[in-house]
């Protein structure tokens, strides 16, 4: 039996039924699978390089001493040699850097 597919699989498709609403993602062979809402690029961002949509490993920083630092103290904290992890929104003291300059922000 040939299905004709409208778009190359896989691809995301939103199916409406008596339950409400869902996403499936279709695969090649013609079977969905429930997924979440395909995600879209802000108005205006430019649309991602081929490179740019695969995953990229988390290169999560070597960290000595995770650190509480009030946002006002925050240069202070940079000065010294602290760091900033975006994806934690916390700072850090880098492996190799003396810590006891950063002592009243660390975790007690």
């Given amino acids: 039996m040939t299905t004709d597919l409208?778009?190359?699989?896989?691809?995301?498709?939103k199916l409406a039924g008596a339950d409400g609403e869902r996403w499936v993602e279709v695969?090649?062979?013609?079977s969905?699978?429930?997924?979440?809402a395909p995600v879209w690029?802000?108005?205006g961002a430019a649309s991602p390089s081929?490179?740019?949509?695969?995953?990229?490993?988390?290169?999560?920083?070597?960290?000595?001493?995770?650190l509480k630092v009030?946002?006002?103290?925050?240069?202070?904290?940079?000065?010294?040699?602290a760091r900033w992890d975006a994806a934690r929104k916390k700072?850090?003291?880098?492996?190799?850097?003396e810590l006891a300059p950063f002592a009243r922000w660390m975790d007690a």
């Fill in 6 to 13: 409208p778009f190359a699989p896989p691809y995301k498709l």
């Fill in 27 to 30: 695969q090649a062979d013609g």
């Fill in 32 to 36: 969905q699978v429930a997924t979440s």
């Fill in 41 to 43: 690029p802000a108005a």
């Fill in 50 to 66: 081929p490179s740019a949509a695969r995953p990229k490993p988390a290169s999560t920083p070597q960290a000595a001493a995770v």
């Fill in 70 to 81: 009030p946002f006002a103290e925050k240069d202070e904290a940079k000065r010294l040699g």
């Fill in 91 to 97: 700072w850090y003291v880098p492996a190799g850097v």
